[in-house]
C-alpha cells in the first residue's frame, strides 16, 4: 500500500467517522423524546414516524454544518499526536456540541424563543464523540507510523 493511498483511505474512514458520529448524535437526541414523539404507546401514527425519519436526516445535516470546523481541528490534532484514547474523543465530542451550542445561539434572532436542550445538545455530543472513537479513533495517527517504519521501495 502506498503513502497515497493509506492518506487517502484514511480520509475515508475520518469522513464516514464524522458522519455517522453526527448521525448517533442525533438519534440520541431523539431517543431522548421517543415518548414525547408518540412512539411506544402501541397506537404510532404512520406521517409522525416519516417526519421523524425525516428530522433525523435534517438535523444531521444542519449539526453536521455547525460542527464541521471545531471537529476538524480536533480530529486533525488527535491524528497528528496519534491521540487514541476513548476520553478524548467523549470529551472532543462535548466541546464540539458546546461550539454547537454557541454557534447556534448566535444566529438565534433576539425575539425567537430559546430552547433549554443545551445540556442535551454536550450529551449528545458526548455520544457522538465515542461513535467516532469506535469508528475511527481508535486508529487515530496510525497511518504516521506506518509509514515512518516502511522505508519506500526504491525503483532501482
Known amino acids: 500500500m502506498t503513502r497515497l493511498f493509506g492518506v487517502l483511505l484514511r480520509l475515508v474512514v475520518i469522513l464516514v467517522g464524522y458522519s455517522l ?6 438519534l440520541f437526541i431523539h431517543v431522548l423524546a421517543w415518548g414525547s414523539l408518540g412512539f411506544g404507546s402501541g ?3 404512520p406521517v409522525a414516524q416519516w417526519a421523524t425519519a425525516i428530522s433525523v436526516l435534517l438535523s444531521t445535516l444542519f449539526i453536521s454544518y455547525y ?3 471545531p471537529s476538524a481541528v480536533l480530529i486533525t490534532i488527535s ?3 496519534a491521540i487514541r484514547s476513548w476520553l478524548y474523543f467523549a470529551l472532543s465530542g462535548g466541546a464540539v456540541a458546546l461550539c454547537v451550542v454557541v454557534l447556534r445561539a448566535m444566529d438565534r434572532t433576539a425575539d425567537s424563543a430559546v430552547v433549554p436542550v443545551d445540556a442535551v445538545t454536550i450529551a449528545a455530543g458526548l455520544a457522538g464523540g465515542i461513535a467516532y472513537w469506535l469508528i475511527a479513533g481508535r486508529n ?3 497511518w504516521r507510523q506506518r509509514n515512518l517504519s516502511a522505508p ?3 525503483e532501482s
Request: glycine letters at 10%; zero cysteines; a negative charge.
Open 21 to 26: 458520529a453526527v448521525l448517533m448524535a442525533v
Open 43 to 45: 397506537t404510532e401514527d
Open 67 to 69: 460542527a464541521f470546523l
Open 79 to 81: 491524528e497528528m499526536r
Open 140 to 142: 487515530a495517527g496510525g
Open 152 to 154: 519506500e521501495p526504491s
